[in-house]
């Protein structure tokens, strides 16, 4: 029998435990506090629904489950991988929600201001950063159109994220419409331009000859890989200069209007800015995107955007949806790595001999807990020793049974 966990997923010790559920507090508080409820939905879903998610990369990366029985055995007989599976693990938590809004659209209100905080699932190659079982922690709103979906949802994740300790991070957006009609107008064709979004998204890691060569590769046309080219050279990439090359002038004006709102809300503690090279790998985003950077870490701590049509895909018409994920693992593993302790309730040790009444001592346990999370222990011999490992393990106080002594740790008698 093996005693570690599988490639990709992890155990978690108590003090880790600790401050994920101080992390995931915060969050939920903050979410709670802005009206958002909090709904669950199951890990496993079906598989036509899983491969008509657009999902991007994340469509090979989902766990799929063999059939079972009689069925497994028919799916054998008959051959082809995908007669073998008829559901798989979740790889996020929008097209979940967007089946059970679907399902249960009667009885929710309008707008819908959902919580999820729970565990998914993605096939990854394991490595620092990517867990092939992870927690996610989203907030959506759901039968809004306007713009204030996308500015309340981007408040309400700043100030989770505050609350949770982070300072000096930017709020990055773009609009996916107004890169596709940019690149559209300088001649890419209509049905490259997911593929060529995805390699403009590459832009600050590869630069702009990164980005020429990989459209080269994919043998787009020259005069708009030139055009694209000349773009690039042309200086800072401002929002008034991308608008130049977008026929709608509604998409600027409401990407102006978000940022300028959010600049006010935010009042200095936190930036946004125009990124127009944003686009996020998954398919199903279809106007504003949004990341979190902070210039301390690598990579993004948030992410998301508004996805109009997954919820259309269910019931045949469309509802306006939109979404913002916290990047709960990354957020904790930062924490991790400054050795940042959760604030915690003092820890009390209540210690009993073998001869005492249990019933009496959890009684007594129960009286200390106004003031102390209590833990109860039978008393060793070598006292001493019993009261160092007390303290080693995070306890501040040890009491006793048989009086009504406390012991304060890590203090010398008479400090």
Same mark, same amino acid.
């Given at each position: 029998m093996?005693i570690? #966990?599988?490639?990709?997923m992890k155990?978690y010790?108590?003090?880790? %435990?600790?401050?994920?559920?101080?992390?995931q507090?915060k969050?939920?508080?903050?979410?709670?506090?802005?009206?958002?409820?909090?709904?669950?939905?199951p890990?496993?879903?079906?598989m036509?629904?899983?491969d008509k998610?657009?999902?991007?990369?994340?469509?090979?990366?989902?766990f799929? =489950?063999?059939?079972? !029985?009689?069925k497994?055995?028919?799916a054998l007989a008959?051959g082809?991988?995908k007669?073998l599976?008829? %559901?798989?693990?979740?790889?996020?938590l929008?097209?979940?929600?967007?089946?059970y809004y679907a399902?249960?659209?009667?009885?929710?209100p309008?707008?819908?201001?959902?919580? *999820?905080?729970?565990?998914v699932?993605?096939?990854?190659?394991? *490595?620092k950063?990517?867990?092939?079982?992870?927690?996610q922690?989203?907030?959506?709103i759901?039968?809004?159109e306007? *713009?204030?979906?996308?500015?309340?949802?981007?408040?309400?994740?700043?100030r989770?994220?505050?609350?949770? &300790?982070f300072?000096d991070?930017?709020v990055?957006?773009n609009?996916?419409?107004?890169?596709r009609?940019?690149?559209s107008?300088?001649?890419?064709? *209509?049905?490259s331009?997911d593929?060529v979004?995805?390699?403009?998204?590459?832009?600050?890691?590869?630069?702009?000859e990164g980005?020429?060569?990989?459209?080269?590769?994919?043998?787009?046309p020259?005069?708009a =890989?030139?055009?694209? %080219?000349?773009?690039?050279?042309?200086?800072?990439?401002?929002?008034?200069?991308v608008?130049?090359? @977008?026929?709608?002038?509604?998409l600027?004006?409401?990407?102006?209007?978000?940022?300028?709102?959010v600049?006010v809300?935010?009042?200095g503690?936190y930036?946004?800015?125009?990124?127009?090279?944003? =686009?996020?790998?998954?398919g199903?985003?279809?106007g504003? @995107?949004?990341e979190?950077t902070c #210039?301390a870490f690598?990579?993004?701590?948030a992410?998301?955007?508004r996805?109009?049509?997954?919820?259309?895909?269910f019931?045949?018409?469309?509802?306006?949806? @939109?979404g913002?994920?916290?990047?709960?693992?990354?957020i904790?593993g930062?924490?991790?790595e400054?050795?940042?302790?959760?604030?915690?309730?003092k820890?009390?040790a209540?210690l009993?001999?073998d001869?005492?009444?249990?019933?009496?001592v959890?009684q007594?346990?129960q009286?200390?807990? &106004?003031?102390?999370? @209590?833990?109860?222990l039978?008393?060793q011999?070598?006292l001493g020793?019993q009261?160092g490992s007390?303290?080693?393990? !995070?306890?501040?106080?040890a009491?006793?049974?048989?009086?009504e002594?406390?012991?304060?740790?890590?203090?010398k008698?008479?400090?």
């Amino acid at each position: 029998m093996k005693i570690n #966990p599988l490639k990709g997923m992890k155990d978690y010790l108590p003090e880790e %435990m600790q401050l994920r559920d101080y992390v995931q507090g915060k969050i939920l508080e903050i979410y709670r506090q802005s009206g958002f409820e909090r709904i669950a939905t199951p890990m496993l879903e079906d598989m036509e629904n899983l491969d008509k998610s657009d999902g991007g990369d994340n469509l090979n990366l989902i766990f799929k =489950v063999l059939k079972r !029985g009689e069925k497994l055995d028919a799916a054998l007989a008959e051959g082809g991988e995908k007669a073998l599976s008829d %559901m798989g693990l979740r790889y996020d938590l929008t097209l979940p929600l967007s089946r059970y809004y679907a399902a249960n659209r009667a009885s929710l209100p309008v707008p819908f201001k959902v919580i *999820q905080t729970d565990r998914v699932f993605r096939a990854e190659r394991p *490595q620092k950063g990517r867990m092939r079982e992870f927690v996610q922690c989203d907030i959506d709103i759901l039968g809004d159109e306007s *713009q204030n979906a996308e500015i309340e949802l981007i408040d309400v994740t700043a100030r989770a994220l505050m609350a949770i &300790g982070f300072a000096d991070f930017t709020v990055n957006i773009n609009d996916r419409r107004m890169l596709r009609s940019m690149l559209s107008s300088m001649g890419f064709a *209509q049905e490259s331009l997911d593929s060529v979004c995805v390699t403009f998204d590459k832009l600050d890691k590869i630069g702009p000859e990164g980005v020429r060569s990989e459209l080269t590769e994919k043998e787009c046309p020259e005069a708009a =890989v030139k055009a694209l %080219m000349d773009f690039l050279s042309g200086g800072d990439f401002t929002l008034d200069r991308v608008a130049e090359y @977008v026929s709608d002038k509604s998409l600027s004006d409401g990407l102006t209007r978000i940022i300028d709102t959010v600049r006010v809300l935010a009042d200095g503690k936190y930036g946004i800015e125009y990124a127009p090279s944003l =686009v996020r790998g998954q398919g199903y985003y279809t106007g504003a @995107v949004f990341e979190v950077t902070c #210039p301390a870490f690598s990579g993004a701590i948030a992410g998301g955007g508004r996805y109009d049509h997954m919820i259309g895909k269910f019931i045949g018409q469309e509802v306006p949806a @939109v979404g913002f994920s916290i990047g709960f693992e990354r957020i904790c593993g930062i924490l991790m790595e400054e050795r940042f302790k959760a604030p915690a309730p003092k820890k009390l040790a209540l210690l009993y001999r073998d001869e005492a009444d249990f019933a009496q001592v959890l009684q007594k346990a129960q009286r200390l807990r &106004g003031e102390y999370n @209590v833990t109860v222990l039978p008393q060793q011999k070598k006292l001493g020793k019993q009261l160092g490992s007390l303290e080693a393990a !995070g306890f501040s106080a040890a009491a006793f049974f048989d009086n009504e002594d406390i012991k304060v740790l890590g203090k010398k008698d008479g400090e």
